[in-house]
């Protein structure tokens, strides 16, 4: 029997977040400051398959794929693939731009894929093109039809809004959650870039709240709270990591493509674990003594990180 590894806070950590890759075929403003087409070390589908079953060994029973981008990964369905096998993973969910969604969506629905989330910050051709630097939202769109076609589920849009930039475009989000089985999640812009550590851009939960009155609480799933109104198919959801500090409740890790594990996404920290990949009692062991060392919370309200949202997948 497996037994959930807890952290020196007592929090179960029972959930990984796997970057598969820093690149990016686009440019969003607010992930960080470096080049998002460079090509840092990536590891193979079979080491991601070793760390895997490593961390499912220590308690770990969701996984999510994130990037830079993951589709840029030829090789993302047979990653998925393996991670599937391991018995104890129960679920595997899957972060993307969307823009290769509609090409890979029935693949990696075959290959063990569970759920999306998908970045979409508007639903305005050219406010859109001013925040990711291309002019692809109708590929985005196409790739959240798909998805839903290849039974996907449950698809979730993440948004992250700015005031004078994207902010007046909620509403137009908000309609996906009423006319569409799908979450659109507001996410607070986070300090990982020029944008993130102007202050005066952050549109907050409690904003929205004020702005969508209609919207009433629901429940709350691991870091979003969820919201609804009559007539909505959908759910709205609020993740609110600078205003209303949740790491009291947080239950996750980060591997980074290059064999690196951060325990928390508001510090540089990260403990490579590839000297320890061929012998899996000693990857077990490293795995447990970095969850130990994972800190009390985030550290945004004092200095921000150096690394971008692209080289840990958020």
Not at 12 to 23: F, H, K, N, P, W
Not at 25 to 52: F, T
Not at 72 to 77: F, K, Q, T, Y
Request: net charge neutral; aromatic share 8%; hydrophobic share 35%.
């Amino acid at each position: 029997m497996i037994t959930t590894v807890k952290d020196n806070f007592k929090r179960e950590i029972t959930y990984l977040r796997i970057s598969v890759t820093q690149r990016c075929n686009l440019n969003c403003v607010y992930c960080g400051k470096e080049d998002c087409a460079k090509k840092a070390a990536e590891l193979s589908p079979s080491e991601y398959y070793k760390i895997a079953k490593a961390f499912a060994k220590c308690g770990i029973n969701k996984i999510r794929i994130t990037g830079g981008e993951p589709l840029v990964r030829n090789d993302i369905a047979e990653i998925i693939k393996l991670i599937h096998t391991i018995p104890e993973i129960e679920t595997i969910s899957l972060t993307t731009n969307g823009v290769y969604l509609k090409q890979y969506a029935k693949e990696l629905k075959a290959a063990g894929l569970e759920s999306v989330n998908i970045s979409l910050d508007s639903t305005d051709g050219s406010t859109y093109r001013h925040l990711t630097g291309a002019n692809v939202l109708k590929k985005v769109m196409e790739g959240i039809d798909e998805a839903e076609k290849a039974g996907l589920s449950p698809i979730k849009i993440n948004a992250v809004l700015m005031k004078g930039v994207n902010s007046d475009g909620a509403g137009e989000l908000i309609k996906l959650a009423k006319n569409r089985k799908i979450d659109v999640r507001f996410i607070e812009l986070m300090p990982f870039s020029d944008e993130g550590e102007n202050a005066q851009l952050i549109v907050t939960g409690d904003e929205i709240l004020q702005q969508f009155p209609f919207l009433e609480y629901t429940n709350t799933e691991g870091t979003a709270k969820y919201y609804s109104a009559n007539g909505f198919k959908g759910r709205v959801g609020l993740i609110n990591p600078v205003t209303h500090k949740f790491c009291g409740e947080c239950n996750r890790v980060r591997l980074l493509c290059d064999g690196k594990v951060k325990p928390c996404l508001g510090y540089d920290t990260a403990y490579d674990i590839i000297p320890y990949i061929n012998n899996e009692e000693q990857l077990v062991n490293e795995i447990k003594n970095i969850i130990l060392k994972k800190p009390e919370g985030h550290n945004f309200e004092n200095g921000n990180p150096t690394h971008g949202l692209n080289q840990t997948g958020g």
